[in-house]
């Protein structure tokens, strides 16, 4: 079992940087896929990025490809999400999830997750 503890999250203006983190409990941290969603009220848990267990593979939302960065350190049980240049848009609580099998952009696949993190970005 895993359990995920977001962080970073906070109100910025348009055009700021933020760095969420996801730390990680657990032995098994480096066996599982990793992933990034959002979800903005009123709207769909929705797909941000996805990272392979050893960190080679990566894949991006479109809409945020360019700009997000998602990154892991498996000695310190974490995963990164690095967001530039935020937009008004990426307004959401967004939650890192762990998948045991494979890379999905479905969050139904997903057997783990935190409790999210809030991030506000004002235009």
């Known amino acids: 079992q895993v359990q995920l503890v977001e962080s970073g999250g906070g109100l910025v203006q348009a055009g700021d940087s933020l760095r969420l983190s996801c730390a990680a409990s657990?032995?098994?941290?480096?066996?599982?896929?990793m992933g990034w969603f959002r979800q903005a009220p009123g709207k769909e848990r929705e797909f941000v990025a996805g990272?392979?267990?050893?960190?080679?593979?990566?894949h991006y939302n479109d809409a945020v490809k360019g700009r997000f960065t998602i990154s892991r350190d498996n000695a310190k049980n974490t995963v990164y999400l690095r967001m530039n240049n935020l937009k008004s848009e990426d307004t959401a609580a967004y939650y890192c999830?762990?998948?045991?099998?494979?890379?999905?952009?479905?969050?139904?696949?997903?057997?783990?997750w935190g409790q999210g993190t809030q991030v506000t970005v004002s235009s």
């Open positions: 999830a762990g998948d045991r099998t494979r890379m999905s952009t479905s969050p139904a696949s997903y057997d783990y």
């Open positions: 657990g032995r098994t941290f480096s066996q599982y896929v």
């Open positions: 990272i392979s267990w050893r960190g080679v593979d990566t």
